[in-house]
């Protein structure tokens, strides 16, 4: 079975430029999480879809920042225009509806992203 | 709000020491415990996890935590590293259902011969 999935592993752009990230969660999963890590902080909660739904955008930072998933398959998470502090690794997570017991998150290998 | 707070930033172990991992968090609900792991160029992975049950959980290669609701700790623990081991480590707490996890800063783990 393949893993979460996200592209472009690497991003370097300049203050002012538009970046799209891209994630594929594991087939049939609804959930899909965005993560962020800022060097040196925490790993920090972003936005929950449930399928295609936005269920919680309470991490989200700015309006710079625009999520989608339509089709409630992949997603993804553009900024616009990125700014220095936006800087990070970004983490997709994804896991199945309904398993409450659980709550698991299988995780991507993140996008680093650089802006200069 | 929940934060969890991981007592070490860097520890550096010597092979077949023993590893002990500080991880409290604060929530007065009901929380799923995980510690997950990163190891150099690696996707985050899931070395452990609590929802219920015995609070000793044992996880994949050799690593265990304890839950202890009165302390709200889950402490992660091996009893002897080895040079594999080297790796970055979180401790997550979640509210139960399907909800975000709050992560702690993380721990780098460096184990020398």
């Known amino acids: 079975e393949a893993g979460v999935t996200q592209f472009p592993s690497h991003s370097v752009i300049e203050k002012g430029q538009t970046v799209t990230l891209r994630c594929d969660p594991i087939?049939?999963?609804?959930?899909l999480y965005w993560y962020r890590r800022v060097m040196g902080k925490e790993i920090k909660f972003l936005l929950h879809?449930?399928?295609?739904?936005?269920?919680?955008e309470s991490g989200m930072p700015n309006n710079r920042f625009l999520a989608e998933r339509t089709g409630g398959t992949y997603s993804t998470l553009k900024v616009q225009p990125a700014e220095l502090e936006d800087s990070g690794v970004y983490f997709c997570?994804?896991?199945?509806?309904?398993?409450?017991?659980?709550?698991?998150?299988?995780f991507g290998p993140g996008t680093r992203l650089t802006v200069l | 709000a929940q934060s969890v707070s991981q007592h070490n930033h860097h520890v550096i172990l010597s092979e077949a020491a023993s590893l002990e991992l500080g991880c409290n968090y604060s929530y007065g609900g009901t929380v799923n415990l995980f510690w997950y792991v990163q190891y150099p160029g690696q996707h985050l992975q899931l070395l452990l996890k609590?929802?219920?049950?015995?609070?000793l959980v044992k996880g994949i290669k050799g690593f265990e935590a304890e839950f202890i609701k009165s302390k709200f700790s889950f402490n992660l623990r091996k009893p002897s590293v080895q040079w594999s081991d080297t790796a970055e480590y979180f401790c997550?707490?979640?509210?139960?259902?399907?909800?975000?996890?709050?992560f702690g800063k993380g721990t780098r783990l460096s184990v020398i011969a």
């Open positions: 087939s049939g999963h609804d959930n």
């Open positions: 997550a707490v979640g509210k139960r259902g399907n909800t975000p996890l709050v």
């Open positions: 879809f449930v399928k295609e739904s936005k269920q919680d």
């Open positions: 997570a994804s896991s199945p509806l309904g398993l409450a017991a659980s709550d698991e998150q299988f």
């Open positions: 609590y929802f219920s049950g015995d609070p």
